[in-house]
């Protein structure tokens, strides 16, 4: 069964400077699909970024950035110039293309408290 | 374009109740989902849907159902309530293929209390 780990529980970091949250994950696939996913206290659930298993180049968009170590089956995700407004839980998702619907496996999360 | 949309927000039930959440969806997904979410702990799925008609259960199931009559309406029906099913429950549709185009797309929520 495909598991997704997010070791790190809760993390601080520095108006304006840069986090990486990590995320490993477990699968004997070979393609699938990556997904960090963003929830503020509103508890509304954002997606943030995604990447391709069968893609080497990593995926940016705006300030967020993920380094996608297939091999290492690591999906970390890079936040940098940090804002207020990135408060938030992260979760780290992998979705599998093996049944006969998308089938979303989620991390337990990481809080992230970026301070003033 | 509304997206997800799921009512109601919030939600106090005593032990042995029952209650509908709604959710409807207006971007032709064909899959839709039901996730509880526990402090702490990740999204575990309830039930999905690959289409009208057609349902499934998912991880935990059990005091659940479901239906799905419309593409874009996927109620979960909680019978006889227990506190074990406080929770924030997440309504989510996607695309039927399963590809980069897939992401999930979630409402907002319903924070159900059982008391």
């Known amino acids: 069964a495909q598991t997704v780990t997010q070791s790190q529980p809760e993390m601080s970091v520095q108006e304006a400077e840069t986090v990486t949250l990590s995320c490993t994950y477990d699968?004997?696939?070979?393609?699938?699909?990556l997904f960090w996913y963003k929830q503020p206290p509103s508890r509304q659930m954002i997606l943030v970024i995604r990447q391709e298993a069968y893609k080497q180049q990593n995926a940016t968009e705006n300030r967020f950035s993920v380094n996608f170590q297939k091999a290492a089956k690591s999906f970390s995700l890079k936040i940098s110039d940090s804002q207020l407004g990135d408060t938030a839980m992260y979760f780290c998702a992998f979705m599998n293309t093996l049944y006969n619907f998308n089938k979303f496996y989620f991390g337990s999360g990481t809080k992230l408290n970026v301070k003033p | 374009n509304a997206g997800v949309t799921q009512t109601p927000k919030f939600r106090i039930l005593k032990i042995g109740q029952s209650m509908t959440l709604q959710c409807t969806q207006d971007?032709?997904?064909?899959?839709m989902y039901w996730y509880r979410q526990d402090p702490g702990m990740g999204l575990k799925l309830i039930y999905y849907s690959v289409g009208a008609g057609i349902t499934d259960k998912g991880e935990v199931p059990n005091g659940y159902n479901v239906s799905r009559s419309t593409t874009e309406d996927f109620p979960l029906r909680l019978e006889l309530a227990a506190p074990s099913q406080t929770s924030v429950y997440f309504c989510?549709?996607?695309?039927?293929?399963?590809?980069?185009?897939?992401?999930?797309?979630f409402g907002n929520g319903t924070r159900l209390t059982v008391t």
């Open positions: 699968t004997s696939e070979s393609n699938y699909y």
């Open positions: 971007m032709n997904h064909n899959y």
């Open positions: 989510a549709s996607s695309y039927s293929s399963s590809s980069y185009n897939s992401p999930l797309h």
